[in-house]
């Protein structure tokens, strides 16, 4: 079992950053791959980034390539999501979710463990 929180949300200015955490506990968070995800009230989950258990393997959407970085410290049990230059458009509640191997990371119903959600509001 992991238990995932997240961090970091809030309001912001386009152009702004933000920088978002995921805190793990319970047993063996370095096994697992760490994805974020965001959604829109009324609308899907949308995938955003995701991070082998190593952090030797990344992988992002493209509206967020060049702007948004995912890395981890598993000494701390905790992933990251640096978000540079954001937009209207990014506004969302943002979830870190666990899986155990790095295949498929951008579908939502493959990941074991999700965090409660944290609200990124970005203002034109």
């Known amino acids: 079992q992991v238990q995932l929180v997240e961090s970091g949300g809030g309001l912001v200015q386009a152009g702004g950053s933000l920088k978002l955490s995921c805190t793990a506990s319970?047993?063996?968070?370095?096994?697992?791959?760490l994805g974020w995800f965001r959604q829109v009230t009324g609308k899907e989950r949308e995938f955003v980034a995701a991070?082998?258990?190593?952090?030797?393997?990344?992988y992002y959407a493209d509206s967020v390539k060049g702007r948004f970085t995912i890395s981890r410290d598993n000494a701390k049990n905790t992933g990251y999501l640096q978000m540079n230059n954001l937009k209207p458009e990014d506004t969302a509640d943002y979830y870190c979710?666990?899986?155990?191997?790095?295949?498929?990371?951008?579908?939502?119903?493959?990941?074991?463990?999700w965090g409660q959600g944290t609200r990124v509001t970005v203002s034109s």
């Open positions: 979710a666990a899986r155990l191997d790095f295949v498929s990371v951008t579908t939502s119903r493959t990941y074991d463990y």
């Open positions: 319970g047993r063996s968070f370095r096994r697992y791959t």
């Open positions: 991070i082998s258990w190593s952090g030797g393997s990344t």
